[in-house]
């Protein structure tokens, strides 16, 4: 597998991906990018320097897991080929769904911190 | 006026919802009442208490709680237990069920309803059942439709292997968390069926109730693993299951480790990686449909080729370096006993001496579920005839749990609803199918073709037999919840020579009597089994009780009891022992007392002293004797001294002579036992508690 043909994947992907993708869902995606960094940025921190405050270390990585997941489940509810699946599931209840979801989860991550 | 608004309001409700009839809310509300008034025999009987052993911790650690406010309980340290280790509560039980009665008991104080906190311990429990019957029909509802639902419920408001364990005085954890069970699958099965975070956002708060309530959790973190993989393999992956199980997963795993028991187990031992890893399998499926949608199918084909491949090899080093370096750890004792029912017999007598963790005999399915049984294939075979993603659920969560309850007794406590919801299935689809042709055409054009008189007859006798069917079920538990589990087994009952009821309270009295007449600071040698009443009702410290946490601890107690006097009496010195406590039911035929628990003593004290063998104990013939017959070791040891001192001179019947011990039906070996570093201090009426007083150590 040379280098030339998985260059030519990834333009490949790219243009198909910019050509199909409305703009709401690639915002979901550029969030869904930040979050996957941050965590690693969290996790390359606890490998170098230690991981003394557990809790605190979890609570940051499953703040980004979970706001990562949550944004996915968001673009899925939002995307409008997805309908079928979702019964009809409208972007406004979607989007309260996603807002209830990330309070519980920022309130969990908050008192897990210590 | 407020009658007015109430039906108002309640009339509004039903329109927001899916306007139930009439008729169903009666059905339901009828329910709750038949639940919660089975399960009142014994309260009815005898009067308002707690049973067994376990529930007396419960109730002390409530009793704490309600008195010294949710701060003080969280950080409680335990002096009068385990003496002289102590044990820190607050971060080693499951709060639910305390924080559960203390919240219904605050909640009614401030109505104005002044109910007693033991009155609320004892019924707890049945309230929570008629809870779980209501969760019962939304969870048939969502499984497949209303009919089901009510079903269900019906069922499962007297199913047997539910109530043995929520009977009223039963304050024991699985009184709510068979409630928060349903509740989260509920929530779960709906979360998939529509996709929507909301429901998912109810199923993590019933799991984090769960998780508060009972170890049994583990079940739902790993059912629900189980059971995406079923779906993938299956090739009935939506987005509705990514939206669900991911969500779950992370808002599920973070609010578990807010539980100080599990902490951080919930992303390091092993019972938990299933979800881990389904969760990261979940991820990389999404993460290639998302590929595949933007890639012609060519490039798709060579990306998923070196994709594939170095994803599973990043998978397989991250597992691999995980357990090598003991990160995550391997699965526990208890867990393995799950899997392979030998394991504990050979590694862990303690784990496998308590009579709940045996495994069941067949008959004990008939017992606890009746007609369940053989309507659990029925139901699977609807299931699969009109197969949806709750259905497969149904399915997974019926096969594993009657897997697991096979292996463990107690565990016949999660089959039941399971049991509950299939059976519906096929009873709500039996009796739909052939109740149609039992409609009489009525008076009008369009009506469809009656049934001939062959189909109108054999639908009726079918009908017929599910109903004649569904009679023996409710006549079947009504009289196995009277008979076999409504007795308080802190007081016994039988029945004199001409029918009179007579009452064994010895449990109570000796432990009153130990309350009034021991130094506050006593510490008493028992049994693990009597630790949490004695700590509970006579309010001093003990050596041991039922959380065995501490292996070791409860091998020496094990020993002092099967040594002889000297050696046992070196042991109780070093361990401050002022009182030991046995349980004897010779008199009585009482076959639950410690002679019988004996070899388990021997065999647990075995584990730390090797000179302790149990073949030692064993008559010439290998058989557990205690009459003449006996061994030297046996008639020596501690436990045969302190249960039948005295026991010799006491005549029973005529026909028997004296010292014959009832249980084990044979005169006993020793009459004139002699104790030098003890002294008897309390027998009760009947003998069965027996108390003695470690005597201190001679002058020198």
């Known amino acids: ?114 | 006026c407020t009658f007015y608004a109430f039906s108002k309001i309640l009339g509004s409700l039903l329109t927001i919802m899916e306007t139930p009839t009439l008729l169903l809310i009666l059905t339901l509300v009828l329910i709750y009442i038949l639940a919660f008034a089975v399960r009142l025999f014994s309260v009815l009987r005898f009067e308002s208490v707690i049973h067994e052993f376990d529930p007396y911790f419960n109730y002390r650690t409530t009793k704490f709680l309600v008195d010294n406010g949710i701060y003080e309980f969280y950080n409680w340290f335990d002096p009068m237990v385990w003496y002289p280790l102590g044990r820190i509560v607050g971060g080693t039980i499951y709060p639910g069920l305390m924080l559960t009665s203390a919240a219904t008991y605050w909640t009614l104080h401030s109505l104005s309803f002044t109910l007693e906190l033991r009155n609320v311990c004892v019924f707890l429990a049945a309230w929570f059942a008629s809870n779980t019957a209501v969760v019962t029909y939304f969870f048939g509802k969502e499984v497949r439709d209303r009919k089901t639902g009510l079903v269900a419920a019906a069922l499962i408001a007297i199913v047997p292997g539910y109530i043995s364990r929520s009977v009223a005085g039963s304050y024991d954890n699985e009184g709510v968390a068979i409630f928060a069970l349903i509740l989260t699958f509920y929530y779960f099965v709906k979360a998939v069926n529509t996709g929507s975070m909301f429901w998912c956002f109810w199923a993590v708060l019933a799991y984090y109730y769960m998780v508060n309530a009972w170890g049994g959790y583990i079940f739902i973190i790993n059912l629900l693993p189980v059971y995406v993989l079923t779906l993938l393999v299956m090739g009935r992956y939506t987005h509705r299951l990514y939206v669900a199980y991911c969500t779950f997963y992370v808002l599920g795993t973070l609010l578990c480790m807010q539980v100080h028991f599990v902490g951080f187990q919930a992303v390091q031992s092993g019972e938990h990686m299933a979800a881990a890893a389904v969760f990261f399998i979940l991820q990389a499926h999404n993460a290639v449909l998302f590929v595949r949608d933007h890639l012609e199918p060519s490039s798709f084909k060579r990306f998923l080729r070196i994709g594939l491949v170095g994803m599973l090899l990043l998978a397989g080093v991250a597992v691999m370096l995980g357990i090598l370096t003991g990160y995550i750890s391997p699965w526990t004792g208890r867990f393995w006993t799950l899997l392979d029912p030998t394991y504990a017999k050979l590694h862990i007598p303690i784990i496998a001496s308590v009579s709940e963790h045996q495994p069941t005999c067949w008959s004990s399915f008939f017992f606890d579920l009746h007609c369940l049984v053989f309507l659990f294939p029925v139901g699977m075979f609807f299931c699969f005839q009109k197969l949806t993603d709750a259905a497969v659920f149904a399915v997974i969560y019926g096969m594993t749990s009657v897997y697991f309850a096979g292996v463990m007794v107690r565990l016949m406590l999660v089959l039941a609803p399971a049991m509950c919801v299939m059976a519906a299935i096929a009873l709500s689809t039996l009796l739909t199918t052939f109740f149609k042709d039992l409609k009489r055409r009525p008076k009008g054009a369009k009506a469809p073709v009656e049934a001939t008189p062959l189909r109108f007859y054999t639908s009726a006798a079918v009908v017929a037999g599910l109903v004649f069917l569904l009679w023996f079920y409710v006549i079947h538990c009504t009289w196995v919840t009277a008979e076999a589990y409504s007795s308080p087994s802190i007081v016994l009952n039988a029945h004199g020579s001409d029918g009179h009821t007579i009452l064994f309270d010895d449990y109570r009295e000796a432990y009153y009597w130990i309350r009034k007449n021991t130094p506050a600071d006593a510490k008493i040698m028992s049994w693990w089994d009597y630790g949490y009443q004695i700590t509970a009702m006579g309010n001093r410290t003990v050596l041991v009780d039922n959380n065995t946490w501490n292996n070791t601890h409860i091998a020496t107690v094990g020993k002092a009891m099967a040594s002889d006097e000297e050696t046992a009496y070196r042991i109780m010195r070093q361990l401050d022992v002022d009182y030991v406590l046995v349980i004897f039911g010779g008199l009585i035929g009482y076959s639950s007392d410690d002679i019988n628990k004996f070899l388990w003593m021997v065999r647990i004290g075995g584990t730390l002293d090797p000179s302790i063998r149990e073949v030692d104990y064993y008559s010439q013939r290998n058989e557990y004797r205690i009459d003449n017959e006996a061994s030297k070791t046996m008639l020596n040891s501690m436990m045969y001294k302190l249960c039948y001192y005295r026991y010799g001179d006491v005549q029973l019947e005529h026909g028997k002579p004296p010292g014959f011990d009832r249980v084990r039906g044979a005169e006993i070996g020793k009459k004139d036992v002699r104790l030098e570093r003890v002294e008897e201090a309390y027998t009760t009426e009947h003998w069965m508690i027996r108390i003695y007083k470690v005597k201190p150590e001679d002058n020198r």
Not at chain 1, 15 to 29: E, F, I
Not at chain 1, 37 to 52: D, K, M, Q, W
Not at chain 1, 88 to 114: P, Y
């Open chain 1, 1 to 114: 597998m040379d280098a030339l043909q998985a260059n030519k994947i990834v333009k490949e992907f790219k243009a198909n991906y910019n050509k199909n993708t409305p703009d709401r869902l690639k915002l979901c995606d550029v969030f869904c990018v930040y979050y996957g960094c941050l965590a690693s940025i969290v996790t390359v921190y606890c490998l170098v320097f230690g991981s003394y405050p557990f809790n605190a270390f979890l609570s940051a990585v499953f703040a980004c897991m979970g706001c990562f997941v949550l944004t996915v489940a968001l673009r899925m509810q939002s995307n409008p080929n997805n309908a079928a699946q979702f019964k009809g599931m409208k972007i406004q209840t979607a989007f309260s769904h996603f807002a209830l979801c990330c309070t519980l989860l920022i309130f969990v991550c908050v008192h897990f911190m210590g």
